[in-house]
């Protein structure tokens, strides 16, 4: 699916009618037309341009029938540039333009972002900006905004770029599972969650022995060709079984099911177990030291390496977006920041959580008290009863209001 928009600025298209929607093809390209269509009426010639990315810009998002209409597993994101920072509104567009969407019998999560397009071309080597650059489509606006960014190789993007893409999609499958009410294999949701794990692990593992791509379909090949290799790379996990694993959930990702075409699908259980040994062999790797380390000997020495200037970065702006959170727990901040970034106390709270047990009743109660406490924002009381879904949306909300829109 190639969707190029040629709107002159201030002039949105009319409608589409969602009536012929009858295949996939037609529902993706409905719910990108009509989001532009929508984003820019709100923005208007206030924007310079506004760009599509994510699984759509790549034509591998994953919709699924839902009665007479369609779902879409993820969701749709589009960045709004402006020639100057703008107050935008975004949630307020992403409410308009799901509600038309779902008035059309389309379900998808929509997605808005802001930049100045001066901070294109500030844009270091890593990996949103690589596939910005690389898949990114203008669907409104200016149809060259994007030669603003500089170019660069995906062996320029630094091995922690992937490590922490791990750890966010870690973080988002622990929100998922607080929310959800099904923990079953079999059930597609999780099935769906399963997909998303391992195409991460792949982006992870490639960035980590420099062979990264910007696509699904094109991770899945790399590693097929990386496992039927007369000299293969080192792996924390069987290439072979990797491989087929990652193009069965490429499968799944792009198509909604899976053929069986490259194995069988993997379970929950072998995704948790794959992502630490990834999430462990890649920290390893950068951290210059053998992988049978623990955890917690693996994030204190990412501790130690952090700059005092980049650790200091994070808390300040901590401090500044959670000001009373700061006055009134500034001790036990200076106490935390003894151990590390808001970015890698949360990181490593999720990794306590999430791999230390598969099944919420697994966890122990004094492992729940730890991660809170290596928690900058708690919103529980010492007095109240932790669950496995209370404190796995204390690490989400940690990460919504300290680390998602940061890279410190």
């Not at 929607?21 to 269509?37: C, D, P, T």
């Not at 792996?235 to 072979?240: A, G, K, M, V, Y």
């Not at 259980?269 to 917690?296: Q, Y």
């Not at 901590?318 to 890698?344: D, E, I, Q, T």
Request: net charge neutral.
């Amino acid at each position: 699916m190639i969707i190029s928009a040629e709107n002159e600025v201030g002039a949105p298209s009319l409608p589409v009618e969602s009536a012929a929607l009858e295949n996939i093809e037609a529902a993706k390209a409905f719910i990108v037309s009509e989001g532009a269509r929508l984003c820019a009426r709100f923005v208007g010639d206030k924007a310079r341009a506004i760009i599509l990315t994510g699984s759509l810009s790549r034509d591998e998002a994953t919709l699924k029938r839902d009665g007479s209409g369609w779902r879409a597993l993820g969701d749709a994101t589009f960045l709004v540039i402006f020639d100057e920072p703008a107050n935008v509104h975004t949630a307020e567009i992403e409410k308009e333009i799901e509600s038309y969407l779902i008035s059309q019998n389309v379900q998808c999560k929509i997605v808005v972002v802001t930049s100045a397009a001066s901070e294109l071309s500030k844009m270091k080597p890593h990996i949103y900006a690589y596939e910005l650059r690389e898949r990114g489509i203008v669907v409104w606006g200016d149809p060259f905004v994007l030669d603003l960014m500089q170019r660069f190789t995906a062996a320029e993007i630094p091995m922690e770029d992937g490590w922490w893409f791990l750890c966010n999609r870690i973080i988002e499958q622990i929100e998922t599972a607080a929310k959800a009410n099904q923990s079953n294999d079999t059930d597609a949701d999780v099935r769906y969650r399963i997909a998303k794990l391992y195409l991460s692990m792949a982006a992870c593992y490639l960035l980590a022995i420099g062979q990264y791509e910007p696509s699904y379909q094109e991770r899945a090949q790399r590693l097929r060709k990386l496992a039927t290799s007369s000299n293969p790379p080192l792996s924390p996990i069987s290439l072979e079984r990797f491989s087929q694993h990652v193009s069965e959930c490429t499968l799944l990702k792009i198509q909604g099911e899976t053929t069986g075409a490259y194995g069988q699908f993997p379970k929950w259980r072998d995704a948790v177990s794959d992502a630490e040994l990834v999430w462990r062999w890649t920290l390893s790797h950068m951290l210059g030291v053998k992988p049978n380390s623990s955890r917690s000997e693996l994030l204190v020495l990412l501790a130690k390496k952090q700059t005092m200037l980049a650790r200091a970065k994070g808390w300040v702006r901590a401090a500044a977006v959670h000001p009373k959170v700061f006055f009134r727990s500034w001790f036990r901040w200076a106490r935390l920041a003894c151990n590390g970034s808001p970015r890698y106390l949360v990181y490593g709270a999720a990794a306590d959580l999430f791999f230390s047990a598969q099944e919420s009743d697994e966890v122990t109660p004094d492992l729940f008290l730890a991660i809170k406490a290596n928690l900058p924002l708690s919103c529980f009381k010492d007095e109240e009863q932790l669950s496995w879904r209370t404190v796995a949306m204390m690490i989400a909300d940690n990460f919504h209001g300290l680390v998602e829109s940061t890279r410190t």
